[in-house]
């Protein structure tokens, strides 16, 4: 079964920065690319950051800001978030990209002064 076991979030002031972490089950680490997704309250799931063995990409909201990064030999990938801003204040989820059926529970990010 897939799983995937995320961790880091917080509350934050605006301005700040968060790291987050994403083990992941190693079937599916290895075949694919992986991304970070983030729900707000009231809005879709939406992918925010992906990452193949060489190519990164970010959503226009958080380019800049954000570094998706992974280390293959632990099945982990990361999400360095910087500049925080309020609307980043979602759940932020790892799966691979296109996502699998199987979801983490993932990690709380608050930012509010």
């Known amino acids: 079964q897939v799983q995937f076991v995320e961790s880091g979030g917080g509350l934050v002031q605006p301005g700040g920065s968060l790291r987050l972490s994403c083990a992941a089950s190693?079937?599916?680490?290895?075949?694919?690319?992986m991304g970070w997704y983030r729900q707000a309250p009231g809005k879709q799931r939406q992918l925010v950051a992906s990452?193949?063995?060489?190519?990164?990409n970010y959503a226009d909201s958080v380019k800049g800001r954000f570094t998706i990064s992974r280390d293959n030999a632990k099945n982990t990938i990361y999400l360095q978030m910087n500049s925080l801003k309020p609307e980043d204040t979602a759940v932020y989820y790892c799966?691979?990209?296109?996502?699998?059926?199987?979801w983490g529970q993932g990690t709380q990010v608050t930012v509010s002064s």
């Open positions: 799966n691979a990209v296109p996502p699998n059926t199987s």
């Open positions: 990452i193949s063995m060489t190519i990164t």
């Open positions: 190693g079937s599916i680490f290895k075949a694919n690319v």
